[in-house]
């Protein structure tokens, strides 16, 4: 079994900051990528940042320059550092990773269960 566990949402004024970051643990063979993505209300889910299989990183244009992504290979973490926090950043973040749990395995999509950002004064 794989557990991704997301921490650090939370209510912040706008222009504000926070960081979010994502453990994945369990059997765990190998990670091909990693990223954040995020859901509000009424919209579909939508890819925030992520770092590809080759290790490149690609952000939504709406945060491009506010939000940063990295990533512990070691540890198996990825993390979100959000500046310039606005109102429409409000949503639901889910940390993603497509990895296999063994050699023979195929690639597999995995979830975190979602942290709540809220941007409001």
């Known amino acids: 079994q794989v557990q991704l566990v997301e921490s650090g949402g939370g209510l912040v004024q706008p222009g504000g900051s926070l960081r979010l970051s994502c453990a994945a643990s369990?059997?765990?063979?190998?990670?091909?990528?990693m990223g954040w993505y995020r859901q509000a209300p009424g919209k579909q889910r939508e890819m925030v940042a992520a770092f590809t299989s080759g290790g490149n990183t690609n952000y939504a244009d709406s945060v491009k320059g506010r939000f940063t992504i990295s990533r512990d290979r070691r540890k198996n973490t990825v993390s979100l550092q959000m500046t310039s926090l606005k109102p429409e950043d409000t949503a639901a973040y889910y940390c993603n990773m497509e990895l296999r749990t063994r050699p023979s395995a195929t690639i597999a999509d995995y979830w975190g269960q979602g942290t709540q950002v809220t941007v409001s004064s």
């Open positions: 369990g059997s765990i063979f190998s990670i091909y990528t």
